[in-house]
C-alpha cells in the first residue's frame, strides 16, 4: 500500500476515502517547516500539500532523488510550489480548479458589499453598545448597484464575479487581463490595467506567482479613484499591503475589503487600524461542501497518479 501524507486536516470525508486506498499519514499542524518539506519528499510516495507548505527549489535541491511522485495540492493556488524545480525532480504537480470557483466569487460579492456599505464598522459599533437608533445620516456608505467594477484577471474565478456582479446588481463590467477574453460571460470591455482600476469597484482575482507579485503597487493604485474601493480575493502578495496603507491612509481610495495577506497569517498593523477596510481570515473556500469537493479533487489526482493513470488536474 503506497504511503500518502497529507499536510492538514481535512473534512472526514475526504480522510475515509484517502484511508481506504493508502497508508496514510496525516498532519495537523500548520504549514511544514524546512526539514517536514524535505521528509515528506523522502518518505512518502504521494504527498498532498496546502497553501503554505513551502515546496521551493531549495527543497528540490536538498531532495534531488525524492522518493514522492506527485504533490497533489489542495487549493488551486499553487504558488508555494515551484512547479519547474518539482518537475526537474520528477514530481507531478496539480491542483483543484473549479471546485473553488463559486465559493471565492461570493467571498468577493461579499466584500464589495460589506466594505461598501460599512458593514463591519456597523456591527462592531452596535456591539459595542454604541448605536442609539437609527438616523437618517447615520454611517451612510456607497451604492453598490448600477456601479461600475473592474476585475483584475479574468479566468474562472473572474468571470464568476463578472455574472454576480452584472446579473445580480445590474453593475458595468470592465476587466483587465494579460491575454484576449473571447467571450467574457456577461457584457463586459476589455480594458488597460489603468483603466480598469479607475472603476467604482476594483476585485483582483488573478493567480499568484512571479508574474503577478505586487502587480498591485503605489503605481497602480495612483489610478483608482478616491471613491474606489478596493478588494483582494487572489493571494496576498499580488497586494504591495504597504502602498495599500499609504493610499488608504491619504484617502487616496476610500475603502479596501481583503481575505488574503502579503504576509499571512500576518496582516499589517496599518490595516487592523482602519475602520474603513474589512478584513477577513481567508474564508474564500470555507464551507464544507466546498472544502470536500476540493479534497476529493486532490485524492482524485492522487489516485490516477498512483494508478498509472493521467492526472486530471495538472497545472
Not at 1 to 19: H, Q, S, W, Y
Not at 97 to 122: C, N, Y
Not at 123 to 145: I, N, Y
Not at 299 to 306: D, P, Q, R, S
Request: net charge neutral.
Amino acid at each position: 500500500m503506497k504511503k500518502l501524507l497529507i499536510t492538514r486536516l481535512l473534512p472526514e470525508k475526504v480522510l475515509e476515502a484517502a484511508r481506504a486506498r493508502f497508508d496514510l499519514t496525516l498532519l495537523d499542524g500548520g504549514p511544514l517547516e524546512p526539514a517536514a518539506l524535505r521528509a515528506a519528499l523522502r518518505e512518502h510516495d504521494l504527498v498532498l500539500p496546502s497553501l503554505g507548505d513551502m515546496f521551493r527549489a531549495d527543497v528540490f535541491a536538498d531532495v534531488p532523488q525524492p522518493r514522492a511522485g506527485i504533490l497533489a495540492n489542495f487549493g488551486v493556488g499553487y504558488n508555494h510550489i515551484d512547479v519547474a524545480a518539482a518537475r526537474a525532480a520528477g514530481l507531478e504537480v496539480t491542483n483543484t480548479p473549479g471546485a473553488v470557483t463559486d465559493a471565492t466569487a461570493d467571498i468577493a460579492l461579499t466584500l464589495i458589499l460589506a466594505t461598501a456599505r460599512r458593514a463591519g464598522e456597523g456591527e462592531r459599533l452596535l456591539r459595542a453598545g454604541q448605536w442609539s437608533g437609527w438616523k437618517p445620516t447615520q454611517m451612510l456608505g456607497r451604492h453598490v448597484t448600477r456601479k461600475r467594477v473592474g476585475i483584475i484577471g479574468l479566468g474562472r474565478i473572474g468571470k464568476a464575479i463578472a455574472k454576480r456582479c452584472h446579473l445580480g446588481f445590474g453593475m458595468e463590467v470592465v476587466f483587465y487581463n494579460r491575454s484576449a477574453v473571447a467571450d467574457a460571460g456577461v457584457p463586459a470591455r476589455q480594458v488597460p490595467l489603468a483603466e480598469a482600476m479607475a472603476a467604482d469597484f476594483v476585485v483582483v482575482a488573478v493567480p499568484g506567482g512571479p508574474a503577478t507579485h505586487h502587480l498591485i503597487n503605489a503605481g497602480t493604485l495612483a489610478h483608482m479613484q478616491p471613491e474606489g474601493i478596493f478588494v483582494n480575493i487572489s493571494r496576498g502578495d499580488v497586494v504591495d499591503e504597504t502602498a495599500l496603507v499609504a493610499a488608504l491612509k491619504a484617502g487616496q481610495i476610500a475603502g479596501a475589503g481583503l481575505d488574503v495577506y502579503e504576509f499571512e497569517p500576518k496582516v499589517h498593523p496599518g490595516l487592523l487600524e482602519m475602520e474603513n477596510v474589512t478584513l477577513l481570515p481567508h474564508l474564500g473556500t470555507a464551507a464544507l461542501e466546498v472544502r470536500e469537493a476540493m479534497g476529493m479533487m486532490a485524492l482524485n489526482n492522487v489516485i490516477a497518479f498512483a494508478e498509472g493513470r493521467p492526472v486530471p488536474n495538472p497545472v
